[in-house]
């Protein structure tokens, strides 16, 4: 079974940052997107940025110009770094890895395990 190793969350006040990382181990094979979704209690989970294979990342409107993410193709590694956070940024952070399959014919998604981010005010 892949697992995909998140690190970084924790507790933070308002104006502050963190630095989120996802590992996928180096024999899931041709990866595509990788990226981070947040849930917060009560709410759907929701997009807040991904990359593509080839750099172009996109990003939930309520993060723009704060947070960036980025990726290290030799270590299979997404990033989320995360500035000028607020209380309303707190919510569980997922890693999520999109792999290429039989020559492009689909997808394996894989999720991490989850990362708690908490921002104080």
């Known amino acids: 079974q892949v697992q995909l190793v998140e690190s970084g969350g924790g507790l933070v006040q308002a104006g502050g940052s963190l630095r989120l990382s996802c590992a996928a181990p180096g024999s899931i094979g041709s990866i595509n997107a990788m990226g981070w979704y947040r849930q917060a209690p009560g709410k759907q989970r929701e997009l807040v940025a991904s990359i593509s294979s080839g750099g172009t990342t996109n990003y939930g409107d309520s993060v723009k110009a704060r947070f960036t993410v980025s990726r290290d193709n030799a270590k299979n590694t997404v990033y989320l770094q995360m500035n000028s956070l607020e209380p309303e940024d707190t919510a569980v952070y997922y890693c999520?890895?999109?792999?290429?399959?039989?020559?492009?014919?689909?997808?394996?998604?894989?999720w991490g395990q989850g990362t708690q981010v908490t921002v104080s005010s």
């Open positions: 999520n890895v999109r792999v290429e399959r039989l020559r492009g014919l689909y997808e394996s998604v894989y």
